[in-house]
């Protein structure tokens, strides 16, 4: 790593906070999990067929902006979302943080994950990937930029939905 | 001859037997009677667009290599080595003049035929390796780029069999000057734990919109999209009118007036201010080149329809291409594409694949929740035994006209299913 990158910042700091990013995911405080999001933020699913290709040229499974994040958070806690009432019980384990780069404002993060998920009376899905961040310096914490989910399976198969937030 | 229907016109009453959602034997059967007798969707002509371009994928459980020779011409192979059954192509998709076994080296052209058979000096004077191809189906036909296999020789010819969908099809197509939609790159391949026939049901089935996709309507509203449910007086349970039509050989289509907005070519406040003038420029085009009346039928109807027994055209919120297969009589596995005409701008390509995810896909505004219904069925078929009637009849009541929210098209499947499963192959 070179020396400014690590001025910057350390893997300590990014740990802590995709940590911190997880366990608001799996407790569904979707709201605390917003805070976490710049005002510009973008999630996206790319498929799995084309896992580095551009949201404008390929379908994906997910392609959010700042607006659509806030919608699909109010239809995910909405109990007349179907697929995640009741709601999934998520557990993720996330290892591997890397720091990548730093460019301007933004540090370019990568991690590898493991995201289990169960509801009652069905199979266990096991989503298992790649999460790219860039994460913008917000005082002694991050916003997110940009949140970017990799699947490694080569169709999503009996994974079936990506419903919640991955 | 057993059915498995009970359709009682006089008393306006169409009911299902639960057993063909559960049965073993049933979907012994159906492999035979329905998939290895109709025509079945094999892929696009826009997915290889060079001479030897290949695209691996199963189709009705068979592994087939979908590819173009040499020359251009597209063949559909059965990706089977003909000396000891391995795959002959491992790859998903990719361009090759050649496919060789990795076993023992059998190597075929991209037309199909045996190339190179190592130590081939081993085998009698009478080995024909120009009979050693890799098998095909029995048929093999394209209507306007969309490509079907049937593996009964005596099947009559795709366009007859297609009958009345040409025209829907057509209507799809007509969104581009050139009359050429392509398939767009990204695959959604997912498994429902259902039975298969329950996504055709679903695909068509207007009527469990408000109650399966209430959060999808809210989102709507949410991006500015005013839906007003109708007036009791209309006896619709959808915010516009729209009809269930009747396509003869067990296809059948919705034909709704739209209102959810259209990227060909009909602006909705979702797509941002921006977009309106594309969109005008869009729907320009379409006037000029087919004159107002036509251009209103492809720009303000959206149309769900479908190809007996597993193909899925879907023009709403953008187009999709669905096919699923089972895997069990629980579980079906469901490949989707998005379809877009090929000279479409930077920025209304991005629109549509925007406006795809608002509703479909396995991350989409809607389709997670028909998936979560269609497994909440085949949960409940558990039951099948002690409850076994599925209730089909809304709108037999009605002379003329069938709305998209009565269950005519869903008994137009159900028929035609029933008749070819009552006839052994």
Redesign the interface.
Same mark, same amino acid.
């Given at each position: 790593m070179t020396a400014p990158v690590a001025k910057v910042v350390t893997r300590a700091e990014v740990e802590d906070f995709l940590y911190h990013e997880a366990a608001l995911l799996d407790e569904w405080k979707l709201d605390a999990w917003q805070e976490l999001l710049a005002e510009d933020a973008c999630y996206y699913?790319?498929? /799995?067929?084309?896992p580095e290709?551009d949201?404008?040229?390929?379908?994906?499974?997910?392609?959010d902006d700042r607006e659509r994040i806030r919608?699909?958070v109010?239809?995910v806690l909405?109990p007349?979302?179907?697929?995640?009432f009741p709601k999934s019980r998520t557990r993720r384990m996330i290892g591997n943080v890397r720091i990548l780069g730093v460019e301007d404002d933004l540090i370019r993060v990568a991690a590898n994950f493991v995201c289990y998920r169960f509801r009652r009376?069905?199979?266990i899905r096991e989503y298992v990937g790649s999460y790219r961040y860039l994460l913008r310096r917000a005082g002694d914490s991050f916003r997110i930029k940009e949140r970017r989910v990799l699947i490694d399976a080569?169709?999503?198969? /009996?994974?079936?939905?990506?419903?919640f937030i991955l | 001859m057993r059915s498995y229907i009970v359709d009682d016109r006089e008393r306006k009453t169409f009911l299902l037997d639960r057993e063909v959602l559960v049965s073993e034997d049933i979907l012994r059967q159906e492999m035979a009677q329905i998939f290895a007798r109709c025509w079945i969707y094999v892929g696009h002509s826009s997915e290889l667009k060079q001479a030897g371009d290949f695209r691996t994928r199963k189709v009705a459980g068979r592994p087939v290599i979908f590819c173009r020779d040499q020359a251009g011409k597209f063949h559909c192979l059965l990706n089977t080595c003909r000396h000891r059954g391995a795959i002959v192509c491992t790859q998903r998709e990719g361009n090759a003049r050649r496919f060789m076994c990795i076993y023992h080296g059998w190597t075929y052209g991209n037309d199909g035929s045996l190339v190179r058979v190592p130590g081939d000096d081993a085998y009698a004077d009478g080995f024909d390796k120009s009979s050693h191809g890799l098998r095909r189906p029995a048929r093999f036909e394209q209507y306007r780029g969309f490509w079907f296999m049937c593996l009964d020789a005596d099947a009559s010819p795709l366009e007859d069999y297609l009958a009345d969908a040409k025209d829907y099809i057509d209507l799809v197509i007509d969104q581009s000057p050139s009359g050429q939609m392509e398939i767009i790159a990204g695959v959604q391949e997912y498994d429902v734990a259902a039975n298969w026939k329950l996504m055709v049901e679903n695909s068509v089935d207007d009527y469990h919109l408000p109650s399966t996709h209430s959060t999808w309507l809210n989102f709507m509203a949410n991006s500015g999209v005013k839906i007003e449910p109708p007036p009791k007086s209309a006896g619709l349970v959808l915010p516009t009118k729209g009809l269930a039509v009747d396509l003869g050989n067990g296809h059948f289509t919705t034909d709704n007036v739209n209102f959810r907005g259209r990227p060909v070519a009909k602006w909705i406040p979702l797509y941002g201010e921006a977009a309106k003038a594309e969109i005008d420029a869009i729907r320009a085009e379409l006037v000029q080149r087919l004159g107002e009346e036509r251009a209103r039928r492809v720009a303000d109807t959206n149309r769900n329809l479908v190809i007996f027994p597993n193909l899925v055209i879907n023009d709403g919120s953008s187009v999709t291409v669905r096919t699923f297969y089972p895997e069990g009589v629980g579980k079906m596995h469901v490949t989707a594409w998005a379809l877009g005409p090929v000279e479409e701008s930077e920025s209304a390509r991005a629109r549509r694949l925007d406006a795809f995810l608002t509703f479909y896909g396995p991350g989409g505004f809607a389709t997670p929740d028909d998936v979560e219904a269609l497994e909440l069925v085949q949960q409940g078929l558990a039951n099948w035994r002690d409850d076994r009637w599925s209730e089909m009849s809304r709108g037999m009541g009605k002379e003329g006209e069938q709305l998209n929210s009565d269950e005519h098209h869903l008994r137009i499947f159900w028929r035609r299913w029933n008749q070819l499963m009552g006839t052994p192959a």
């Open positions: 699913v790319p498929s /799995n067929d084309q290709s949201h404008r040229h390929a379908l994906f499974l997910v392609a919608q699909r109010i239809r909405d007349n979302c179907h697929a995640e009376y069905e199979r080569h169709e999503l198969g /009996n994974l079936g939905s990506v419903s | -």
